[in-house]
């Protein structure tokens, strides 16, 4: 059995471990060999439409010291195994595409799709914090008599603040930077500008003229 090596590796010399593996031989000089086990590999993350992300994770296998001439690494059917995959409570795994190299060494790269399950982060952290935007907005119902803008905003501004933090912290690091990362930067921006014009608010309102009469 040849040495059949990790390309995209996560770590140095990685080479499946053929050692007591089942082989089946057939007549036409065709090995069949199922391999089980853990293998690293890298893979680059792109969470821009977190917590909607896809990510499609390649595993290359090559064989060093042969050519393709000599040895010519063939798939079998991966999507009829696909029931082996364990269920992951945070992402969904699905089999993709295995293409065959035609260079000079024997190569082949199969797809793990894994979508993220986003149920539990919409319902915990996406609309709790469309909430807190849309209750910063209904600000301006309130009179500009009664006083109650600015407390309100600010009550509401440090409360997307600690919402914030939490939001910040779960949401993967990748380039491009996630939406949600965009949002969140806006949603500051619109607060900040409430404010301003809730004081400006404030400093024109006949509350405010009484409290500057002698």
Request: with cysteine; net charge negative.
């Amino acid at each position: 059995m040849p040495n059949i090596g990790i390309e995209n590796s996560a770590e140095d010399g990685d080479f499946l471990q053929t050692d007591g593996m089942i082989l089946g031989v057939s007549p036409d000089g065709t090995v069949d060999a199922k391999y089980s086990g853990i293998m690293r590999t890298t893979c680059t993350p792109d969470a821009y439409y977190y917590p909607f992300d896809v990510h499609n994770c390649t595993v290359i296998l090559i064989v060093f010291g042969y050519s393709n001439s000599e040895i010519r690494l063939h798939s079998l059917e991966l999507r009829e195994d696909a029931q082996v995959l364990l269920r992951h409570a945070e992402w969904e795994v699905n089999l993709g595409d295995v293409v065959q190299s035609d260079g000079k060494l024997p190569t082949i790269s199969a797809t793990v799709v894994l979508s993220r399950r986003s149920t539990n982060i919409f319902l915990t952290t996406l609309l709790p914090l469309f909430i807190l935007v849309l209750l910063q907005v209904l600000v301006f119902i309130l009179p500009a008599e009664s006083g109650e803008r600015i407390s309100y905003s600010i009550t509401m501004f440090l409360s997307y603040a600690v919402f914030m933090t939490i939001v910040v912290e779960s949401v993967p690091q990748s380039n491009p930077v996630a939406l949600i990362n965009n949002f969140l930067t806006v949603s500051v921006g619109q607060w900040s500008h409430h404010h301003n014009c809730q004081h400006h608010d404030f400093e024109h309102s006949p509350q405010r003229q009484q409290q500057e009469d002698p």
